[in-house]
């Protein structure tokens, strides 16, 4: 595995490059659950929300290189080589983007952590305490939950290696924003906060039957 500084231009090619991928991907993951292969549409589905995450990563760091500031190379390849941090990555970006609707992606990635074990249970029989399990017994909502997700970061990011679309990434990459870029980045943050309340209503639904009831006001 290649660990280096990279430059900009390296650093753009390499995000254009896991967006493009990750679009294919979720493309291939919709394709197989529409034919009904639920585990193998997840495992996909979790392939390109990873590379979304990969994407973030190195635009981010793009943006970093073209404003002068220092990047911890250490730091950025133990997160790139590195399943979680991709798919938390994912995560924030889908809160960026959807806020609220976020939410599930959200809980799988902070809270529980279990993108690893459903991608193995996706991918592989294994003997577990009721006997052996199959990836054909894999809940189909969860298939859903993660091809729902991946395919929605697709559709509103539009990365291809098209010229139009390397050109594009490129000239946000390298530049402050502009009073459109602020709008949308003020959006952004507003729609992550939204999601992050979300969730924190999530959680302590969640918490309620293990803390017991709780006492009515008045």
């Not at 490059?17 to 979720?26: E, F, I, V």
């Amino acid at each position: 595995m290649e660990r280096r500084e990279l430059s900009f231009g390296q650093l753009v090619e390499g995000a254009i490059a896991a967006g493009d991928n990750a679009t294919k991907l979720s493309r291939d993951a919709r394709f197989m659950i529409g034919r009904n292969r639920y585990s193998t549409a997840l495992a996909l589905g979790i392939a390109s929300l990873e590379e979304w995450g990969k994407a973030f990563q190195l635009i981010v760091t793009a943006n970093m290189v073209a404003q002068g500031m220092a990047v911890d190379w250490n730091e950025f390849w133990n997160s790139f080589y590195d399943h979680r941090p991709k798919q938390f990555l994912a995560s924030v970006l889908d809160m960026m983007l959807f806020g609220e609707e976020a939410v599930d992606l959200m809980m799988r990635t902070v809270v529980l952590r279990d993108l690893e074990d459903l991608r193995r249970e996706a991918l592989y029989v294994d003997l577990v305490a009721s006997g052996w399990r199959h990836p054909r017994t894999m809940q189909r909502t969860w298939a859903w939950e993660i091809i729902d997700a991946c395919s929605s970061i697709s559709d509103e990011m539009r990365v291809s290696m098209r010229k139009g679309d390397r050109l594009r990434v490129a000239k946000e990459a390298a530049s402050l924003p502009g009073d459109e870029g602020k709008l949308a980045i003020e959006a952004m943050q507003r729609n992550f906060m939204k999601a992050a309340r979300a969730a924190d209503q999530k959680l302590m639904r969640l918490q309620q039957p293990m803390l017991g009831p709780v006492a009515r006001g008045g």
